[in-house]
């Protein structure tokens, strides 16, 4: 495969950091084409590339992904498909697939946790967009005195809690998409100081120190765009 990924500014862009981030966890080679977000040319930009006008925007050859869980499940697939074609079967059923988790019922729970964040937590969204290098305690504190945004809050910690009860350190055991649609949630908490229980915050600092998430976070901090949130 030769790909290429279109992203926006890494400060910023939440939706950007999951594929790539499960793209390098999955070892892939890639190339990047950075777009700075709210610019008067962004949208044109973007549409070079993308039809719908936004990034993340995959590109592999001919073929355009223009989702951020829709390039997920094209990297898992094309994981397997590769899997499958250079080694034998039973290892292929083994390896194959390996950004959701293997057992069927853990993965229909991957997936799901997953589609509610791709679809929800509007206002965890609106209250505490994605800004990497701010840190923005008495802004979270505000923002948590609102009922929707301490619900959202609330269901995200749920969700972990209960992914992790069986023993971490990611989600599901070993990193998985899932991992990458909650990262930028782990660097919105820190942001905007919400707290964590040790469980929760040994979680976070799992994703953290993920060496992809390191380069993320060093090249938001490394931006020199302002954009106001």
Request: proline share 5%; with cysteine.
């Amino acid at each position: 495969m030769s790909l290429t990924l279109v992203i926006g500014n890494k400060n910023y862009s939440s939706w950007s950091l999951r594929p790539w981030l499960a793209m390098k966890q999955a070892g892939l080679v890639f190339s990047e084409q950075r777009i700075v977000l709210q610019r008067p040319d962004t949208e044109q930009s973007i549409r070079r590339y993308s039809p719908s006008g936004r990034v993340p925007c995959l590109i592999d050859g001919e073929l355009t992904v223009f989702d951020s869980l829709a390039i997920c499940e094209y990297i898992n697939e094309s994981i397997s498909e590769s899997m499958s074609e250079s080694t034998s079967t039973s290892m292929s059923k083994k390896v194959g697939g390996s950004l959701w988790p293997r057992d069927r019922a853990a993965r229909a729970h991957a997936r799901s946790i997953s589609a509610e964040m791709h679809s929800g937590f509007a206002a965890l969204r609106t209250y505490m967009p994605m800004d990497i290098r701010a840190r923005l305690a008495d802004r979270g504190a505000a923002a948590l005195d609102r009922e929707d945004v301490a619900a959202d809050v609330a269901r995200i910690q749920s969700i972990w809690t209960e992914c992790l009860t069986d023993g971490g350190p990611m989600l599901f055991g070993s990193f998985s998409i899932a991992d990458a649609f909650y990262a930028p949630v782990v660097t919105r908490f820190i942001t905007y100081g919400v707290k964590l229980s040790p469980l929760l915050a040994a979680y976070a600092e799992s994703v953290l120190m993920l060496p992809p998430m390191q380069q993320w976070i060093a090249a938001a901090e490394a931006e020199a765009e302002t954009i106001e949130t």
